[in-house]
């Protein structure tokens, strides 16, 4: 007998066993990450996001039910352990213990968490309890990506900036960035900045959805600053499209082996700039499952070129 071969044959073994648990849980498709801008974190190319609907947000308020916590809870995980480590929340979607029930097993510092703080909350002091509420509700000692959800124009924004970096200085987040800000907001905020910079600006950016595209992201580009789009899918019509579009996707589907329009959709977003993360919301695990199917391919000029052609039809 070979003796080096029968040493060998217990660890071809393990390595297909290995391979085999892996598939089961991940499938064979590794997970795309990316630096987040100038930040250079490793995060996933795609993230998960956790506004839910305004009945959830009011039946959380008021009677303090999490409807469907079970399902949500079991989405996120499903997509922590497919690689996903981006989560995107807020204080005001109450969804902030979800998101600690999906992580609680997970390693902290392999997740990317980023929450936000309420345009109402953005006084100085209002600042800091708002963040000390929500890692209280994330069961976490620091916020990965702390935002600010919408500009108040009756709220100095030196304020509300210098609260921001009181919670970088003191280890409570790592990273600043706004929500729902033009670019004339951005530069304002980056101005009344001492020691940190805008790591990014969360906006509504899909395929029907392209203002951004005159201004802010060329900006965004230009500093290294990340966008991350919500309603990618824009509000779901996307993963039903209608007529042209409808024809436009089902061809580029064909060649892209059976894709469907919500994963040319997210694919689109990502092909745009390297610095385009996506947020789709993750509330349902099938769901997670059908966009993760964005990554791993990429489309082309000519399809990028009929998809927008299609959608401003």
Known sequence: MNLSKADDFPKSIYVILFVFIRFLLNGFDDMEYREFGWTRAKVSSIGMGTYYDASYIVTSLLFHRQMGKEEKVAALKRGLDLGINLIDTAEIYQSEGIVADAIERHDRDDLFVATKVFWTHLRYKSVLKAAANSL??????????????????????????????????????RYLGVSNFSLEQMEKAEGALSKNKIASNQVEYNLKARGIEKDLLSYCEQKSI??????????????????????????????????????????????????????????????????????????????????????DS
């Open 136 to 173: 209280k509700r994330l069961k976490c000692s620091y916020i990965d990506l702390y935002q600010i959800h919408f500009p108040n124009s009756m709220v100095p924004i030196g304020e509300t900036m210098k609260a921001m970096e009181k919670l970088v200085e003191d280890g409570k987040v």
């Open 226 to 311: 990340v966008i991350l789009p919500y309603r990618p899918i824009a509000h779901g019509s996307l993963a039903d499209p209608q007529g042209k579009l409808k024809i436009v996707m089902d061809t580029i589907s064909q060649k892209h082996n059976g894709k469907t329009p919500a994963q040319l959709a997210l694919n689109w977003l990502m092909t745009k700039s390297k610095l385009i993360f996506p947020i789709p919301r993750a509330s349902r695990p099938e769901r997670v499952d059908e966009n993760v199917g964005s990554l791993g391919w990429s489309l082309d000029g000519e399809d990028t070129r009929k998809l927008e052609e299609a959608a």
